[in-house]
């Protein structure tokens, strides 16, 4: 920074896109393109009004306003800005609209507490202002066009969770998404839960079909006697003792059988991710019994009575 007078103290702020910070021997310095509007700033302490001029590549030694290049400095063109009450100024450079056209290169804005040219400075008090202005940047800001979700589960109706919001239940469609990656989470009692990652598209739809596996659990079947054979709803599960698995989640029939024994049933109620413990005890199969009645006994004493008769005849004849 340039001072020719301590009694006129400008430290200036001066901020093009960028935060710039100026030594105090130097003066701020500024990186625009030709077309950008560059906010200045400043003190003045014991003036109402600063005088605004510009000097560099193709312009008037002396310099022109800063809002018309057209205007020479030396023939009283000058931006006049006023200072308010706090001995603050505050000017937008708007280097687009001068009434012509600047060229790329570094200019110098001159602040000058009084309508004093180039020529003339050593009358006033003053500070400068470094701006080198580039090639003019060309950008198209492009509306950003949403994308959606179709979500299906297999069954239908699990819940939906995108992030840590609850969306809905399945079949539904989520619109108005900004383009990227979401994590969403497809949940529903006596099902696992199903997680993926759906990639949005602007202006696309993201199908999603999430088969959901049933959610199971185990039972460890034993029998008393062992090695009675197994069913479970009535397939065959083996030996016991014997471990069922992949049992959905709910009421299953689990029946033993041996033989010599009477069969066994129970009914088990199976809770998903766990394993229940069942044993199932059989009963022998009762002995056959014969049992005389009186009845018969009368029907037969002929019969015996006969039969001794006979042996008794044999003996007699072989003793004679």
């Given at each position: 920074?340039?001072?020719?007078?301590?009694?006129?103290?400008?430290?200036?702020?001066?901020?093009?896109?960028?935060?710039?910070?100026?030594?105090?021997?130097?003066?701020?310095?500024?990186?625009a393109?030709?077309?950008?509007?560059?906010?200045?700033?400043?003190?003045?302490?014991?003036?109402?009004?600063?005088?605004?001029?510009?000097?560099?590549?193709?312009?008037?030694?002396n310099?022109?306003?800063?809002?018309?290049?057209?205007?020479?400095?030396?023939q009283g063109?000058f931006?006049?800005?006023?200072?308010?009450s706090?001995?603050?100024?505050?000017?937008?450079?708007?280097?687009?609209?001068?009434?012509?056209?600047?060229?790329e290169?570094t200019?110098?804005?001159?602040?000058?507490?009084?309508?004093?040219?180039?020529?003339?400075?050593?009358?006033?008090?003053?500070?400068?202002?470094?701006?080198?202005?580039?090639?003019?940047?060309?950008?198209?800001?492009?509306?950003?066009?949403?994308?959606?979700?179709?979500?299906?589960?297999?069954?239908?109706?699990?819940?939906?969770?995108?992030?840590?919001?609850?969306?809905?239940?399945?079949?539904?469609?989520?619109?108005?998404?900004?383009?990227?990656?979401?994590?969403?989470?497809?949940?529903?009692?006596?099902?696992?839960?199903?997680?993926?990652?759906?990639?949005?598209?602007?202006?696309?739809?993201?199908?999603?079909?999430?088969?959901?596996?049933?959610?199971?659990?185990?039972?460890?079947?034993?029998?008393?006697?062992?090695?009675?054979?197994?069913?479970?709803?009535?397939?065959?599960?083996?030996?016991?003792?014997?471990?069922?698995?992949?049992?959905?989640?709910?009421?299953?029939?689990?029946?033993?059988?041996?033989?010599?024994?009477?069969?066994?049933?129970?009914?088990?109620?199976?809770?998903?991710?766990?394993?229940?413990?069942?044993?199932?005890?059989?009963?022998?199969?009762p002995?056959?019994?014969?049992?005389?009645?009186?009845?018969?006994?009368?029907?037969t004493?002929?019969?015996?009575?006969?039969?001794?008769?006979?042996?008794?005849?044999?003996?007699?004849?072989?003793?004679?």
């Amino acid at each position: 920074m340039q001072t020719h007078h301590p009694a006129f103290r400008s430290c200036l702020l001066a901020l093009a896109c960028i935060l710039l910070i100026a030594g105090a021997s130097a003066a701020p310095s500024i990186q625009a393109s030709v077309g950008d509007i560059v906010p200045l700033s400043g003190y003045s302490y014991g003036s109402y009004n600063v005088y605004l001029f510009l000097t560099g590549p193709n312009l008037p030694v002396n310099g022109v306003a800063l809002n018309d290049i057209s205007k020479r400095a030396d023939q009283g063109g000058f931006t006049i800005v006023q200072v308010d009450s706090d001995d603050h100024w505050s000017y937008k450079w708007g280097t687009g609209s001068l009434g012509g056209r600047l060229d790329e290169g570094t200019y110098t804005i001159w602040v000058v507490n009084g309508p004093n040219d180039r020529s003339r400075l050593s009358e006033a008090d003053f500070s400068t202002i470094s701006v080198t202005l580039g090639k003019p940047s060309i950008s198209i800001d492009t509306p950003l066009v949403p994308g959606s979700m179709d979500l299906r589960s297999v069954p239908d109706g699990a819940s939906v969770m995108m992030g840590e919001q609850y969306k809905g239940k399945t079949p539904m469609t989520i619109s108005d998404l900004t383009p990227g990656t979401y994590d969403v989470v497809f949940s529903q009692f006596g099902y696992q839960k199903f997680s993926t990652r759906v990639p949005v598209e602007a202006g696309r739809i993201s199908e999603v079909t999430a088969t959901l596996a049933p959610d199971t659990g185990a039972i460890a079947i034993s029998s008393v006697p062992a090695n009675a054979t197994v069913l479970v709803d009535g397939q065959i599960a083996g030996t016991a003792p014997v471990l069922a698995v992949n049992l959905t989640g709910g009421n299953h029939t689990v029946a033993v059988s041996l033989d010599g024994y009477l069969s066994g049933e129970q009914t088990v109620a199976v809770i998903p991710g766990q394993t229940l413990p069942v044993t199932i005890g059989l009963s022998p199969v009762p002995l056959r019994t014969t049992v005389t009645t009186p009845a018969a006994a009368m029907a037969t004493a002929p019969l015996v009575a006969g039969f001794v008769a006979i042996l008794f005849l044999i003996h007699y004849i072989r003793r004679k």
